[in-house]
């Protein structure tokens, strides 16, 4: 059993993505209960039906209501309940809307699971969460990319279970070739106006390059992933239409075009929410290319985005009654609104009828607010908060129109013909290419390569962090170490990581691992850093309390849920720019007869072996 519901803050389900014995068992629980006839049909996983949203709402609502209590009034929401037989549910929280993930999986692996579709609901829908703006697409696309995480992907390829893209080795005149490919379409881009955008091309979900123009907002290693989610989304898509397709259309024919909003680099005072255009095609040899426009006014977009998250804020601290902690958190809505206003009249300087009554609508709706406010807080009375708090619904809807509006208008792009055009160029011009890079793709990286060198050694994985990029054997069937051993080592890694331990070293009957976790200085000639910082005290000694970045001492590692190893870089080195660190992860799986001190050895050695293959520019 396994599904996803999705309650706003009235409780009222707006997203459901339940599996067939989920939805069965919901359906006789509401039997039981005398919510449905006893003849009631039986539950459909198919795309056309769903449970009726009122029976989700009347079995769950004690439950959804209990958390925002707990977390509302005591700031001490639930994060999972388990139940009888392996039946747990695990809660999140974004911008108001409260996520329930159920299933019979272990809490980690359901909370990481929820932590991915709470990442991807951001990336379908930006600040307007399941708003009606937002249509049905961005639904479908959410539900697409969900069944592609959760169905295939993250108990099969290390690509999802280390959140991180498997970078493809070609030789250097071939990597020259493809850059200077890309680089011509991306120039095409910004002749034709398009100054902010992307080209990445990737064979057999492998990256192979990535291009981005100077304006570009850079891509963070969670836009690689969601990327990679959208192309693996696209080609299942593909393949269950293709028996419908005729067979002499052209492989870059099969192209596909959605808006998403991309995250960019957290330490990019831009990043958080990027609107942008992914154009999608598959050409031949299993390559793809993808062509991603930045559309939107960044700065615009970005206090719009932020204001969203101030605006929760404040309703929190207005439900939870903490009188001292609402006026400065009034301030920075007031802020971050005024910070919008002024850039609606700086950089929209043409707006269209609609918008230009949104903006007004807007403003005399947070006028009122701000009158509100000011009276309160002379005297703080009740009747004055309760009076704010039933003007806020409609001041929210109104900032989710002006997002939609200033920020989601993609009418500016029209050449998506174009975008077909240039991935027809890129076609022609790696047409010969491409049946070599297909038989690399299944080449890339083969561990026999390694045991002359490394005697003893049957697996690795080599991961930057920073770059969101990794390199690593592919897993094959006949392959010595089981899939079971390589899932259990990175989950027993992680778990000594948010404790603070940086190396682990264990061996079983069978195997001996090894993980390390290192610093590099970008800046200084790539030295080793060195943190004055005691991580396995400061986790001790600071519990559950954020640390610099947000990040969590239970804050899953990765990079799709939260950008850890960015936070962990910060906390550890907090006078140097996030930029400028770079933070790598070496897995190791040795035959059970290596000795600790020859894993150590290896893993120095190893690391710099495959720096002198790949090199430190493109990794």
């Known amino acids: 059993m396994n599904g996803l519901i999705v309650f706003n803050s009235a409780n009222d389900v707006v997203y459901q993505k339940l599996n067939t014995p989920l939805g069965q068992k919901i359906l006789d629980v509401a039997i039981a209960q005398g919510l449905l006839a006893s003849d009631t ?10 449970l009726d949203s009122n029976i989700l709402l009347q079995i769950f609502s004690p439950i959804i209501s209990s958390q925002r209590i707990m977390h509302y009034q005591f700031d001490n929401c639930y994060e999972s309940l388990q139940c009888d037989k392996g039946f747990n549910l695990v809660f999140g929280d974004l911008l108001g809307y409260t996520f329930l993930k159920i299933g019979q999986l272990p809490i980690e692996q359901l909370m990481r699971q929820l932590g991915v579709a709470i990442t991807l609901a951001r990336y379908c829908y930006g600040a307007n969460l399941f708003g009606s703006q937002a249509g049905a697409m961005q639904q479908e696309l959410l539900t697409q990319c969900l069944d592609c995480y959760e169905m295939l992907l993250w108990q099969e390829e290390q690509t999802y279970l280390l959140e991180a893209m498997p970078k493809l080795l070609v030789n250097s005149d071939l990597k020259r070739t ?13 002749q034709a106006g398009q100054t902010r955008a992307h080209a990445l091309l990737m064979v057999s979900h492998k990256m192979v390059a990535a291009c981005s123009t100077r304006q570009a907002l850079p ?33 870059v024919q099969a192209q596909r075009a959605v808006a998403v909003f991309l995250q960019g680099v957290s330490h990019d005072v831009n990043s958080g929410c990027v609107p942008s255009i992914v154009h999608i095609s598959r050409l031949p040899g299993h390559q793809v290319l993808l062509q991603v426009i930045e559309y939107a006014n960044m700065p615009l977009t970005s206090c719009i985005y932020d204001a969203f998250f101030v605006l929760h804020k404040i309703i929190a601290v207005q439900l939870q009654g ?58 703080y009375e009740r009747e004055l908060l309760v009076r704010i708090e039933s003007n806020m619904s409609s001041f929210v809807e109104e900032l ?40 690399k793709a299944t080449r890339n990286i083969s561990i026999e390569a ?63 691992y090894s993980y390390f976790l290192w610093f590099e200085d970008q800046s200084g000639g790539g030295g080793i850093l060195k943190s004055s910082l005691d991580l396995q005290t400061h986790f001790l000694t600071s519990s559950n309390q954020p640390m610099n970045g947000g990040l969590k001492q239970q804050a899953e590692p990765g990079a799709l849920t939260v950008d850890y190893y960015h936070d962990l870089a910060e906390l550890c080195f907090p006078k140097m720019s996030p930029g400028k660190v770079r933070v790598y992860e070496l897995y190791c799986i040795h035959l059970g007869l290596v000795t600790a001190t020859c894993a150590v050895e290896h893993a120095r050695r190893l690391v710099a072996t495959i720096s002198d293959v790949v090199g430190d520019e493109s990794f």
Request: hydrophobic share 40%; proline share 3%.
């Open 322 to 379: 903490d009188s001292d902690a609402l006026k400065p958190a009034y301030e920075s809505l007031e802020s971050f609104v005024g910070q919008t206003i002024t850039a609606l009249k700086r950089h929209l300087k043409q707006r269209p009828e609609d918008l230009e009554n949104c903006i007004k609508k807007f403003s005399i709706k947070w006028e009122n607010l701000r009158k509100m406010y000011t009276e309160y807080f002379k005297n």
């Open 400 to 439: 989710k129109q002006l997002f939609t509006l200033a920020c989601c208008d993609s009418s500016s792009i029209h050449q998506l013909d174009q975008l077909s055009d240039s991935a027809a160029i890129v076609e022609a011009k790696l047409l010969e290419f491409s049946e070599f890079l297909a038989v």
């Open 41 to 50: 049909t039986l539950y459909s996983c198919s795309s056309s039906h769903s």
């Open 450 to 512: 390694y045991l002359e060198d490394f005697p003893g050694l049957v697996h690795f994985i080599y991961v930057n962090r920073s770059s969101g990029q990794m390199l690593a054997p592919d897993l094959r069937a006949n392959q010595l170490v089981p899939k079971t051993k390589l899932w259990s080592m990175v989950e027993m890694t992680r778990s000594y990581l948010k404790r603070g331990q940086t190396t682990v070293i264990w061996k079983d009957k069978a195997f001996h």
């Open 219 to 251: 891509l963070s290693a969670a836009d690689l992933l969601f990327l990679g989610i959208l192309a693996r989304t696209s080609n299942a898509n593909a393949k269950s239409s293709s028996s419908s397709s005729s067979p002499s259309l052209s492989p």
């Open 178 to 190: 493809i850059h200077l490919t890309l680089d011509a379409t991306l120039e095409q881009l910004r």
